[in-house]
């Protein structure tokens, strides 16, 4: 793993219905997150906290769909900021809701194809992201970043098409447990690997990411990671707009993180759908920081003592 980090900070709330993840980029830095970093000995560059103008948009037939030109605005800047951060460093995205992550998963995958490499995705979140423009019920275009970049139609003619569409077979998706119908009929024709909640129980972390890792090492891919907020249970997460009950635990997730050190296959970082207007004394910064520093490198004995 790259020991040079670039933080990016997006103060978008468009993607959502809820104000107040645009406060999230500023939590993540008075939680400690560059200290965290600077302190496992790696170089971090921060770029500070980015807004975008967004152009004339074109209306959609859909009437649920809103921020739909601050979308196309966010998912340009970022996938241009991703990809260039990316030649000889990690981008670490501070979100933001998670609409942004169709920007790096889209400049993820030109780095990738540049270097002649397949870029594999981790997607740890509640929800799948899988609607198209057309299926969205809710309009909330935080769940549509995942079915853009992989080129699921439904976007032709409002957003440019991805240069280099993920393939489905090389995303994983984990803790899952809430899906729409239209998500779960998409789902289903799809390659996307899919460990819900219930795969968690019975299986564990081990098993479900390992052969993952193992796929990812074996083609000699590039690896992006998009950590949601509420992929976390919210008894230990509760600083976020969309929980769901019977999430990860505190550990469950810190397993992962370490997994992903240790493969040393982690190219790229979102942290995403914090909202400190909904956190209990920044509890729920503290312990994305914290999860950050153990895919960073931070070892179970090295983590601080916590007073809330």
Known sequence: MMRCCTLIGARAFEGTDRRGCDMGPSAYRAAGLHEALRDLGLDIRDLGDLSVVPGEGRPHPNPAIHDLAAFTAWTAKLAALSYAESADRIPILLGGDHSLSAGTLVGMSRRAAEEGRPLFVLWLDAHADFHSLDTTTSGNLH??????????????????????????????????????????????????????????????????????????????????????????????????????????????????????????????????????????????????????????????????????
């Open 143 to 308: 769940g549509v970043p995942l079915a853009y970049a992989t080129g699921r139609p439904g976007f032709s003619g409002f957003l440019p098409p991805p240069p280099v569409p993920i393939s489905p077979d090389n995303v994983c998706l984990m803790g899952t447990r809430s899906l729409d119908p239209a998500e779960r009929a998409a789902l289903a024709g799809t390659a996307l690997t899919v460990h819900d909640m219930r795969a968690i129980d019975e299986h564990g972390v081990v098993a479900l990411l390992a052969p993952f890792l193992a796929r990812v090492a074996q083609a000699g891919g590039r690896l992006h990671v998009s950590l949601d907020v509420d992929f976390l249970d919210p008894s230990i997460a509760p600083g976020v707009g969309t929980t769901v009950p019977g999430g990860a635990t505190f550990r469950e997730a810190h397993l992962i993180m370490e997994m992903l050190h240790d493969s040393g296959l982690v190219g790229s970082l979102d942290l995403v759908e914090l909202n400190p207007f909904l956190d209990e004394r920044g509890r729920t910064a503290i312990v994305m920081v914290d999860l950050a520093a153990s895919l960073m490198g931070r070892a179970v004995l090295d983590r601080p003592t916590r007073s809330y």
